[in-house]
């Protein structure tokens, strides 16, 4: 209840607290007075009434006017609300339309990306296609090239074994060249067998045994130095004293100084010498001639090393006659030394240095054939 209608009710309950002590108040001799209090009670009463009334009048009207401010008021704010939603729906709008556009943006970006992986796409398909013909081409190529290098390594082991008699370096081609068509597969099988029968004709060949030539070929330079000399050896007049006197016939002192010197030379090569009066030797004719000699004895190891080197069988042979003859002629053949050159010399002799190459220029026919004929 509001303030205006507990008033209204104050009012009319004073007014007849009033009148109830104005009726007690009243003597009962005065009645004028009482029906004057009775009017004026009802006066009263009335004017409570009418005051009641008018204030619930004004309290219907102010509850009206309240919930008209109220109405105006939810009015002001619905408005204000619905300007606000506006307003928010005009700006999420315009941000619709900004993501429109920029969806819009990003979808014609997909579409050229797209576009560009798909030609890309194709452009890997034309490189793979290229990529392909390329490898197959290579592999015919390939196949070409390895056909002909080993055609050429047959030829190859066919001058090693002409030219040089070079079996192991034979070999070794045959083997390269069989390794090249090993990755033809099928293709190559007959050119395999042809290396296969060309192989085995080699490896029947009995290699000579070049290390002990050599080795016994270094033994011998080795003991040159000490080789003895024969007895017996009478050198010539000192090729130098005549020279000397030849030249400066005068000169007393120089021809003295000669002798000497050629007299220790005599000394020092007779701790050399051994005597050996039953075979014929041939004379030095002075001690430059045995330094001569081991050089010619030298020369002739090294010749007969190269011609086992080449397989001369011929100037091996001439070589090896040469310093056998040299070492009887002019060194102590009953020192132990020449005994044991000489039987080196020997076992070289009976050394054969000359090989016959298997021919398999027929077995690689094949081979060459083949590789002339893609």
Same mark, same amino acid.
């Given at each position: 209840m509001t303030d205006e209608t507990k008033q209204t009710n104050s009012t009319e309950s004073a007014a007849l607290t009033q009148a109830d002590a104005t009726a007690d108040t009243t003597t009962p001799p005065q009645p004028p007075r009482r029906i004057a209090g009775v009017l004026a009670l009802i006066a009263v009463l009335v004017l409570a009434l009418a005051l009641g009334g008018?204030?619930?009048?004004?309290? +219907?009207?102010?509850?009206?006017?309240?919930?008209?401010?109220t109405g105006l008021v939810e009015r002001s704010a619905l408005t204000a609300l619905e300007r606000d +939603?506006?307003?928010?729906?005009?700006?999420?709008?315009?941000? %619709?339309?900004?993501?429109?556009?920029r969806v819009e943006t990003r979808l014609e970006s997909l579409a050229q990306m797209q576009n560009r992986v798909e030609d890309g796409a194709a452009a890997r398909r034309n490189l793979t296609d290229r990529v392909d013909q390329l490898y197959r081409r290579m592999q015919?190529?390939?196949?070409?090239?390895?056909? /002909?290098? /080993?055609?050429?390594? *047959?030829?190859? /082991?066919?001058?090693?074994?002409?030219?040089n008699a070079d079996v192991a370096g034979a070999l070794e081609a045959l083997e390269a060249a069989d390794r090249l068509l090993a990755g033809l597969g099928g293709a190559a099988v007959?050119?395999?067998?042809a290396l296969a029968a060309a192989t085995n004709q080699l490896l029947a060949v009995k290699p000579i045994d070049q290390v002990e030539i050599n080795r016994r070929l270094t033994?011998?330079?080795?003991?040159?130095?000490?080789?003895?000399?024969? $007895?017996?050896? *009478?050198?010539?007049?000192?090729?130098?004293?005549?020279? *000397?006197?030849?030249?400066? $016939?005068?000169?007393?002192?120089?021809?003295?100084r000669l002798d000497r010197a050629w007299q220790r030379l005599q000394q020092g090569l007779g701790e050399l010498v051994t005597i050996s009066?039953?075979?014929? !030797?041939?004379?030095?004719?002075? @001690?430059?001639?045995?330094?001569?000699?081991?050089?010619?004895?030298m020369l002739q190891v090294e010749t007969a090393r190269l011609a086992a080197l080449q397989g001369e069988s011929e100037t091996y042979q001439q070589a090896l006659s040469q310093m056998q003859q040299w070492v009887e002629s002019y060194f102590? @053949?009953?020192?132990?030394? %020449?005994?044991? %050159?000489?039987?080196?010399?020997?076992?070289?002799?009976?050394?054969? %240095? *000359?090989?016959?190459?298997?021919?398999?220029? /027929?077995?690689?026919?094949? !081979?060459?054939?083949?590789?002339?004929?893609r």
């Open positions: 008018m204030g619930w009048w004004g309290y +219907q009207q102010l509850e009206q006017l309240r919930a008209a401010q +939603q506006q307003d928010r729906l005009g700006e999420m709008a315009g941000r %619709v339309s900004n993501l429109n556009e015919a190529e390939r196949a070409d090239w390895q056909g /002909a290098e /080993a055609a050429y390594l *047959a030829r190859i /082991a066919q001058h090693r074994l002409r030219f007959d050119r395999r067998e033994r011998i330079a080795n003991a040159l130095d000490q080789l003895p000399l024969a $007895a017996g050896i *009478a050198p010539a007049p000192a090729a130098d004293a005549t020279t *000397a006197d030849s030249d400066n $016939a005068d000169d007393q002192n120089a021809g003295s009066r039953e075979r014929a !030797v041939e004379p030095l004719p002075d @001690s430059r001639s045995r330094f001569l000699l081991q050089q010619n004895l102590d @053949s009953a020192a132990q030394s %020449v005994r044991q %050159v000489n039987s080196e010399i020997e076992a070289l002799q009976a050394t054969s %240095v *000359a090989m016959e190459p298997p021919r398999i220029a /027929a077995l690689l026919a094949p !081979v060459i054939e083949g590789a002339d004929g």
